[in-house]
């Protein structure tokens, strides 16, 4: 079946640090790929998705790009702020379905 | 336009309550999904409805069941609470085979079972 198996947590970075969070999958074909973010006490908001091989989603700064020959997503962000405090999750949709299979999610925290 | 909104936000039950949690999305989306978050589980499915007049089984659906009850509305029901259903209950609509394609979440019902 589909799996996603992203980074544990917590990632703890200083302001205007590098952020990379690796996400692997398992799937079948070419699922499509997205990263959602979760602020505290709030629901999941898309940030950035890819549906084919190469693609790279992006926005507000953050960047993945769909690896099939590795099977990631892994999401980077070239200088965090305070306010990209989160819990991010890594999740695929498989060819033919309509649900999506999430990964554990993975805290980060970025101090001043 | 509300998105996806739910009702309530926080419920406390006492083991073997029932209650129904509400979900409404403004969307016009054709699928509509119930998810439970629980700490280091990540996301799980709970049930979907791709269609209206359709619902389908999760990942964990024991314990549960839905009601499509229009294309707007779909809730989510516990009929005997137990302690392993305390979690925070999601809802999530999409438009599913459009080039707009996405899951769009509500704010969560955070729901306590003692």
């Known amino acids: 079946g589909n799996s996603v198996t992203q980074m544990e947590g917590p990632v703890t970075l200083s302001e205007e640090a590098f952020l990379t969070i690796n996400c692997t999958y398992t799937a079948t074909g070419y699922p499509s790929l997205f990263w959602y973010v979760q602020y505290p006490g709030e629901g999941l908001q898309l940030l950035l998705k890819a549906t084919k091989a190469d693609d790279k989603g992006s926005n507000k700064g953050f960047e993945a790009t769909y690896r099939k020959e590795t099977t990631s997503f892994h999401l980077e962000k070239g200088s965090v702020q305070v306010s990209d405090s989160a819990v991010y999750f890594c999740a695929l949709r498989g060819v033919g379905y309509s649900t999506l299979t999430f990964g554990k999610g993975t805290m980060l925290l970025v101090s001043p | 336009n509300a998105g996806v909104t739910q009702t309530p936000k926080f419920q406390v039950l006492k083991t073997g309550q029932s209650m129904t949690l509400q979900c409404a999305q403004d969307?016009?989306?054709?699928?509509m999904y119930w998810y439970r978050q629980d700490p280091g589980m990540g996301l799980r499915l709970i049930y979907y409805s791709a269609s209206e007049g359709t619902t389908d089984k999760g990942e964990v659906p024991n314990g549960y069941n839905v009601s499509r009850l229009n294309k707007r509305e779909f809730s989510l029901r516990l009929e005997s609470a137990a302690p392993s259903q305390t979690s925070v209950y999601f809802c999530?609509?999409?438009?599913?085979?459009?080039?707009?394609?996405?899951?769009?979440f509500g704010p969560g019902t955070r729901l306590t079972v003692l």
């Open positions: 969307m016009n989306h054709n699928s």
């Open positions: 999530a609509s999409s438009d599913v085979g459009t080039s707009t394609d996405t899951q769009y």
